[in-house]
């Protein structure tokens, strides 16, 4: 099991990072009646532990005995029937699912699967807490349409389910269903919580840790905390006793991103922008998300450039990033991106040494 | 005595009728007029009258009937039955003209050629296809296989008239399949009528059994009067998808393997631009099919224009229609080798020529002006290539990597300083191009009719070919307008795939135009390869891949359920790589993956035409 799993808080009292909101939670929970929730805060910040040690402590163990089923969904549009497959965990209390996955489908799902809850509800012997609780992941990448079937379905069947929405970003979940939850921010673990975490992990794995060698990876890790324990595990496997200036090596989508950044910055011409359209398609084949790219890449352009492009950089880059979310093949706003790019930065190049 | 008796028989009589009427009526109204001179008959005849025209019967029957209103009791029904019958029998009068009138015979079908002699097809081909059949015929019925000719060529160049001719001429019968009235999937999903669905390609599977099984009973006709008989299939089945086309495959090179009688399979070669269709270019791959199960071709050439001309004349002066000798030429050339248009045209064309002459003049006249006013800067003159539009000839179609060829080359005038003073609006300097040297983008998009979302494609995968290499914002000014265009194809709603839709036609006028615009440093020309998108094939992989990863999701990591896909893929399995095989080891490393390969791009037959080279002309 990795090390990520194995040292994930299971109860809201062992949580060690956001131990405010988790205290919080509980005495949420502790008063018998759960609004519906949304998590929200950047990948890596504990969103998901904190649910589950969350429906922990509403159900007890009960609610750890999950089971995986691949549903068909059979929904009847009118004019014809839609079969949906989508996997979802469930235990008694609760399911959990990702509804973008059925992809422009989402509305249909979520509203069937909302209302199939609502259908067999649980009836509990002491007449308490007689509902089910609904995981929605990725709340942001449901189409508006799913956002809005999920806006009323939450209303019309708020007596017999409670929803925990989780996304990274609310800004991409409508006004609607933000108003209809309570809003749980999660924030990115500062580096000390992350060192605190590792130096624990390390403890528990009867591991000596050279000074320094914690902050280095919690640097690298960009404040997420998975990825630093990732991390730290990577260096465990490549070499123990640790060294004192061992790091660990980087990402190899991250390089390759890179290495595009370099090829830009090298030449700027039709000919470089079919080249780099090459790496693009090698990384969007291997399912990297075109967002992910731009942000990286941009990332690494930053770090390489005059501050006086800086701004304009930044601006570009915001705006195939929005053109990208409209259209729907990604390669084609990313190469814009980067045509805009070398565009500029020739410009400049010309401008500054003749 | 026999007066009374007379009398007695007439009351009888009606008293028969009101037997007769009772159901009459009733049984009457459903049906149709056909149907309705029947009782009047059995009436007539009950009068005693002899057998006459139906028509008279009913008013002498009529008339008797008004006789016998006296009765008070049948007054109600007689009534009833009198304006029954007057509905008939206005609806026969009403119907009448319409048997009567003389229907005008098709000219297509008035001059089909019925002797070699009156055939347009090349002389060499009539002789190819003769000698072929008549060496069939004679041939013994033993020898397997080579019993088929496949005969291809574009639509209207004569191949069954050609096999028809032939039959007559040597006196064989010719066998067709009549296709039945197809049963269509949507007719029998809605109207549920008991209608049993039948797919064309089983039908046509039964019908090919069927000529097989029948081909081995022919030889037990007495030998002495041996029928000759060829079979022509013409229609054949349009298939969708490998599987149904690998159906009609198997079925077509069973038949081509083991008949015994002379067959004629009739290919009809689509026009390059139509193919976009997949149905239609699978057509060649049948060809090719056939021939490898040892089927003869014949292949044939679009009639000649001086051979549609000749029959055009012979029309003419046939109908004594005087149609002057410009306009025949014209409809021939237009017709593009198609004689079967070709004649249409000419009588559609021979309905009212006063008419026709002045559309020809107006439309000529609007084409002219709205190059003036289109809202392109400039003028944006007609290339030499598009004839003057003919009022009844094909539309020019381009095919699409024509068209592409067309916006990528982006040929110019060169002659910069047309116009610019005239231009009440000057442009800036930077933003000013020199006119388009051929037709409005969108007359050109129109023509190649090819999806939009394919051309933005096609654009996008080759237009950096040809801008200059030095030329980086030309670059990105393309490739935004590209990204533009990509928006709006997306924001038009799914459900409509028709290139009719106006956010479609506005995105194909975007990336078209953008691509014709950013382009402002020409490259000098050469030749160039327009390759297929290499993005299908990239979205092709990466959806497999997701698949794959989401299926593998729940191994990675057990105990937090579901974790967010993006995590999985730039966290989770790079990490597992290093950490190590817990699983089995078997997971396919990240990168490089083998995307890369030929630059030619997708090998995989979907697109025949990816090697097609343009030439710049």
Redesign the interface.
């Known amino acids: 099991?990795?090390w990520?799993?194995k040292y994930?808080p299971k109860t809201l009292d062992k949580v060690t990072v956001h131990d405010q909101v988790a205290q919080n939670l509980r005495k949420l929970v502790s008063e018998q009646d759960c609004p519906h929730l949304l998590f929200y805060g950047p990948?890596?910040s504990g969103k998901?532990?904190l649910i589950?040690a969350l429906i922990k402590q509403m159900f007890g163990a009960g609610a750890e005995k999950?089971k995986?089923e691949n549903k068909t969904w059979k929904i009847d549009t009118g004019t014809r029937t839609l079969e949906i497959e989508l996997?979802m965990?469930s235990s008694a209390h609760h399911v959990?699912?990702?509804p973008s996955?059925a992809g422009?489908q989402d509305r249909y799902v979520v509203q069937e699967v909302i209302k199939e809850m609502a259908k067999n509800r649980p009836i509990d012997a002491k007449g308490k807490r007689a509902f089910k609780v609904l995981?929605l992941?990725?709340v942001d990448k449901l189409s508006r349409e799913a956002q809005h079937s999920l806006r009323r379905t939450m209303e019309k069947y708020s007596s017999s389910c409670r929803l925990i929405l989780c996304c990274?970003s609310s800004s991409k979940v409508t006004e609607a269903v933000r108003s209809r939850c309570l809003n749980v921010r999660v924030n990115a673990p500062s580096e000390d919580q992350i060192v605190q975490v590792l130096e624990f992990i390390g403890k528990k794995e009867n591991l000596r840790l050279p000074a320094g060698f914690a902050a280095r990876i919690a640097a690298q890790s960009n404040r997420?905390l998975?990825?630093a324990i990732?991390?730290f595990?990577?260096c465990k496997?490549?070499q123990y006793p640790f060294t004192s200036n061992q790091a660990a090596?980087p990402?190899?989508?991250e390089q390759?991103v890179s290495e595009i950044a370099t090829d830009i910055l090298t030449e700027?011409?039709?000919?470089r922008?079919?080249a780099v359209?090459?790496k693009f398609?090698?990384?969007?084949?291997?399912?990297?998300?075109p967002?992910?790219i731009l942000k990286k890449l941009l990332a690494e352009l930053l770090r390489k450039l005059d501050a006086d492009l800086k701004h304009e950089i930044c601006h570009w880059a915001a705006h195939?990033e929005h053109?990208m979310r409209?259209?729907?093949?990604a390669?084609?706003?990313l190469?814009?991106f980067v045509?805009?790019f070398?565009?500029i930065y020739?410009e400049f190049l010309v401008a500054t040494f003749g | 005595m026999g007066k009374r008796r007379q009398v007695v028989v007439l009351s009888s009589s009606s008293g028969e009728d009101d037997g007769g009427g009772r159901r009459g009526p009733r049984a009457r109204r459903p049906r149709t007029p056909a149907s309705a001179p029947a009782p009047v008959q059995v009436q007539a005849q009950a009068a005693g009258a002899s057998r006459k025209k139906p028509r008279r019967e009913s008013s002498v029957g009529r008339g008797r009937r008004r006789a016998s209103k006296l009765a008070p009791s049948d007054s109600l029904k007689d009534e009833f039955d009198m304006l029954s019958e007057d509905f008939s029998e206005c609806f026969n009068d009403f119907s009448m003209p319409g048997f009567i009138r003389k229907t005008k015979e098709l000219w297509v079908d008035k001059y089909t050629p019925h002797s070699l002699a009156e055939l347009a097809v090349h002389k060499k081909k009539i002789e190819d296809v003769k000698k072929w059949l008549e060496e069939k015929l004679k041939a013994p019925k033993t020898t397997v296989g080579g019993w088929t000719l496949v005969l291809t060529g574009q639509t209207g160049v004569g191949k069954s008239a050609t096999v028809k001719a032939i039959a007559d001429d040597l006196g064989a019968d010719l066998c067709e399949w009549t296709t039945p009235v197809p049963t269509l999937w949507a007719e029998h999903v809605h109207a549920n009528s008991g209608l049993r669905y039948i797919s064309k390609l089983e039908e046509f599977e039964t019908f090919v059994e069927k000529i097989r099984k029948y081909s081995m009973l022919c030889p037990t006709n007495t030998k002495s009067q041996r029928k000759l008989i060829i079979i022509l299939i013409d229609d054949i089945p349009v298939t969708s998808g490998s599987g149904s086309f690998a159906r009609l495959g198997k079925c077509l090179t069973g038949l081509v393997r083991s008949t015994q009688v002379p067959t004629v399979i009739s290919l009809t070669h689509y026009h390059k631009s139509e193919n976009n269709d997949t149905a239609m270019w699978k057509s060649e791959d049948l060809e090719s099919l056939l021939q490898d199960a040892g089927a003869h071709k014949i292949a044939f050439n679009p009639v000649t224009t001086n051979s549609i001309k000749k029959i055009l004349v012979r029309i003419c002066k046939e109908e004594s229609c005087n149609a002057s000798e410009e306009l025949l030429h014209q409809m021939a050339t237009s017709s593009g080798g198609d004689i079967r248009h070709a004649i249409m045209s000419l009588q559609y064309y021979c309905l009212d020529p006063r008419r026709h002459s002045s559309a020809l003049a107006t439309s000529s006249n609007r084409t002219g002006s709205k190059s003036h006013d289109s809202l392109v800067p400039g003028h944006e003159s007609y290339g030499p290539s598009s004839a003057l539009p003919s009022p009844c000839g094909r539309d020019e179609t381009l095919s699409l990597f024509h068209a592409l060829g067309k916006f990528l080359h982006n040929k110019r005038e060169t002659n910069s300083d047309v116009g610019t003073d005239l231009d009440p609006f000057p442009l800036k300097e930077n933003l000013r191009r020199n006119s388009l040297k051929m037709d409005v983008p969108e007359k050109i998009l129109s023509q190649a009719h090819g999806k939009v979302r394919t051309v933005a494609?096609f654009l996008?995968e080759n237009v950096?070919?040809f801008?200059?290499?030095?030329?980086?914002?030309?670059?990105?000014a393309v490739?935004?307008y590209?990204?533009?265009a990509?928006?709006l194809?997306?924001?038009s709603p799914?459900a409509s795939y028709n290139s009719e839709n106006i956010a479609q036609l506005i995105a194909a006028s975007v990336a078209a135009r953008g691509v014709l615009f950013g382009n402002a440093h020409g490259t000098p020309s050469r030749w160039h390869t327009i390759r297929s998108p290499?993005?299908w094939q990239?979205e092709q992989?990466?959806r497999s891949?997701?698949d794959h990863?989401?299926k593998e999701r729940?191994d990675c990591?057990?105990?937090?359920?579901?974790?967010?896909?993006?995590?999985l893929?730039?966290?989770?399995r790079?990490?597992e790589r290093?950490?190590?095989p817990?699983n089995d080891g078997h997971r396919s490393s990240?990168?490089?993956?083998g995307?890369?390969g030929s630059p030619m791009g997708v090998a995989d037959g979907n697109n025949s035409e990816e090697d097609d080279m343009i030439e710049d002309c």
């Open positions: 099991m990795l990520v799993d994930r990948s890596g998901k532990t589950l999950v995986l996997a965990l959990e699912m990702n996955d422009f995981v992941n990725e990274n997420n998975r990825r990732l991390f595990e990577t496997v490549q090596p990402l190899d989508w390759y700027q011409s039709p000919k922008l079919f359209r090459q398609y090698e990384l969007l084949v291997n399912c990297i998300p967002e992910s195939y053109k409209l259209g729907s093949k390669i084609f706003h190469e814009a045509a805009k070398m565009s020739k | 494609d996008y950096i070919d801008i200059d290499s030095e030329a980086v914002d030309d670059a990105w490739v935004s590209l990204s533009d990509d928006c194809l997306t924001a799914i290499k993005l990239i992989s990466f891949n997701k990863i989401l729940f990591s057990r105990t937090c359920g579901f974790s967010n896909y993006s995590d893929v730039t966290e989770f790079p990490f290093w950490i190590g817990r990240c990168l490089p993956h995307v890369g």
